[in-house]
């Protein structure tokens, strides 16, 4: 089996999984909590889940990425990077339990105390689990790592719920999360080949550090970008508004968890192994480009449209006020997710100095972005700013990217603009429906059904009339990606 073959089985893998993992969160277990739980207990977990981000940063010290780009590690280098993230995951417990009580005083809520120290161990568990995972992507193993995320998800999503019910309020939300890490880290374990040896070789693995620790300094910096207007909206807005905003922020992410990041998962270790070759990683990161865009512009621009119906169907009529916020955020949900190949052809390229240097720069852009947001006191207006600033970089990235990679820019960009001219249509389409009838906009689930039949009607007759031949293109990678994904 090829390696284009192999990522493709493997994308439908994961996704497949993903969709799965994220139907039962979204449609299931969000809707019952964000009936129970209030905007300010879903505040308080995300204050109290700023510090186990921060440590997650560190994790393996970037070891996993590090391994799937090794050609042929042996039995002992597998172990001696295992026995590494115990010392590693461990230490993280340990500054979590010392540091807790700063950021209980930061954010002026004590009890989140408690709350991140216990976050503290399932980082111990997290960072486990990530070498005997990395070891079945490796080897291309990834039905069992779907299998592991979907046991680990319906284990800690059903835990949740029956905390919430019997009225454990916020612990409910820092108990999944300890759940999810020590399901996945002993599912992990149990169906994983990864070898576990009585000795342990520094040797083995120090080679890797010079990529591991530019990509750990890369992914500190996306903390920040990522994390920052968390630390400011929590500290000077309150637990109300990082509620609500939390909330908009996790739906904006979907599209890039479910699509990008289970193509990139997929097709990072095929990548790293034609990195030599440079006809072949150009062809097979067009592809992906091609893919992605496909799957998330129109999903997203979708969803920043019919935000206040598919908000008050999941959420209630009480997170109705986010709606807007969402909108935004969507737009800049799309570039992140458009990012993700050209990210992970730097990675394998081995150029995380340019991906630290990117994350600074974002960082440059992302946190004035957020501090005036705050100083205005308006989440919306925050999120305005955040899209704008993801727009501004997104060509000057790409343009880096393909000049590294060999391919004139306005190649990479003809892969994306099929979609979006579809996309367009289609948002014009909703709009329309909207002025002509405004009831439709009613929460309903026969409402929120009907937008997106007309959705995907409308995107898929612009993209056949605009430009057949893309989509009959990317229609048969669908079908073989289906064909695959049945199979396995």
């Given at each position: 089996m090829g390696e284009a073959r192999r990522s493709t089985r493997g994308a439908a893998i994961i996704m497949s999984g993903s969709l799965i993992r994220i139907a039962l969160n979204i449609l299931v277990v969000l809707p019952i909590l964000a009936r129970i739980l209030s905007p300010d207990e879903f505040g308080i977990a995300a204050m109290s889940m700023t510090l186990f981000a921060f440590l997650a940063v560190f994790g393996d010290f970037g070891l996993a990425p590090a391994m799937v780009r090794t050609p042929n590690p042996s039995d002992e280098m597998w172990a001696s990077a295992l026995w590494t993230t115990l010392m590693i995951g461990g230490g993280l417990a340990f500054v979590a339990w010392l540091s807790a009580p700063f950021l209980g005083a930061y954010y002026g809520h004590p009890e989140i105390v408690s709350m991140a120290r216990v976050l503290g161990f399932a980082m111990l568990l997290q960072v486990l689990g990530s070498i005997p995972i990395c070891w079945l992507q490796k080897h291309q193993q990834l039905s069992k790592v779907a299998l592991i995320d979907l046991i680990s998800v319906i284990a800690s999503a059903g835990t949740a719920v029956v905390a919430a019910v019997m009225g454990a309020g916020v612990w409910a939300l820092i108990v999944q999360q300890v759940v999810l890490a020590g399901v996945k880290f002993l599912c992990a374990i149990a169906l994983s080949r990864v070898p576990i040896l009585a000795?342990?070789?520094?040797?083995?693995?120090?080679?890797?550090?010079?990529?591991?620790?530019?990509?750990?300094?890369?992914?500190?910096?996306?903390?920040?970008?990522?994390?920052?207007?968390?630390?400011?909206?929590?500290?000077?807005?309150?637990?109300?508004?990082?509620?609500?905003?939390?909330?908009?922020?996790?739906?904006?992410?979907?599209?890039?968890?479910?699509?990008?990041?289970?193509?990139?998962?997929?097709?990072?270790?095929?990548?790293?192994?034609?990195?030599?070759?440079?006809?072949?990683?150009?062809?097979?990161?067009?592809?992906?480009?091609?893919?992605?865009?496909?799957?998330?512009?129109?999903?997203?621009?979708?969803?920043?449209?019919?935000?206040?119906?598919?908000?008050?169907l999941l959420l209630g009529p009480q997170w109705l006020s986010i709606a807007p916020t969402f909108t935004v955020l969507a737009i800049a949900g799309a570039v992140q997710s458009l990012n993700t190949p050209s990210t992970d052809a730097l990675k394998v390229l081995g150029h995380t100095d340019r991906l630290l240097a990117w994350s600074l720069i974002r960082l440059a852009l992302f946190l004035p972005s957020f501090a005036i947001g705050v100083w205005l006191g308006s989440t919306f207006w925050l999120a305005v700013l955040y899209t704008g600033?993801?727009?501004?970089?997104?060509?000057?990235?790409?343009?880096?990217?393909?000049?590294?990679?060999?391919?004139?820019?306005?190649?990479?960009?003809?892969?994306?603009?099929?979609?979006?001219?579809?996309?367009?249509?289609?948002?014009?389409?909703?709009?329309?429906?909207?002025?002509?009838?405004?009831?439709?906009?009613?929460?309903?689930?026969?409402?929120?059904?009907?937008?997106?039949?007309?959705?995907?009607?409308?995107?898929?007759?612009?993209?056949?009339?605009?430009?057949?031949g893309f989509l009959i293109e990317n229609t048969a990678h669908l079908r073989h990606f289906m064909r695959e994904k049945r199979s396995a």
């Open positions: 000795r342990y070789s520094w040797g083995e693995i120090r080679h890797l550090t010079g990529f591991s620790l530019r990509l750990t300094a890369s992914g500190f910096v996306t903390f920040l970008n990522r994390q920052s207007d968390t630390l400011l909206i929590g500290r000077f807005m309150g637990a109300d508004a990082l509620g609500l905003y939390s909330r908009a922020y996790q739906l904006m992410q979907l599209p890039n968890q479910v699509v990008a990041r289970g193509i990139s998962f997929a097709a990072y270790p095929a990548m790293a192994k034609v990195s030599s070759d440079p006809v072949w990683l150009r062809l097979l990161f067009l592809k992906l480009n091609a893919a992605v865009g496909l799957m998330v512009i129109p999903v997203m621009l979708a969803l920043a449209v019919i935000s206040k119906p598919i908000i008050g600033a993801n727009l501004l970089l997104f060509f000057p990235f790409q343009a880096e990217v393909a000049k590294k990679l060999g391919i004139p820019l306005k190649l990479v960009l003809a892969r994306f603009a099929p979609s979006l001219i579809g996309a367009l249509v289609m948002v014009a389409t909703l709009l329309g429906v909207h002025a002509l009838s405004p009831p439709l906009w009613g929460g309903s689930l026969t409402n929120v059904l009907l937008l997106c039949g007309m959705a995907a009607l409308s995107f898929l007759t612009a993209s056949y009339v605009t430009n057949r």
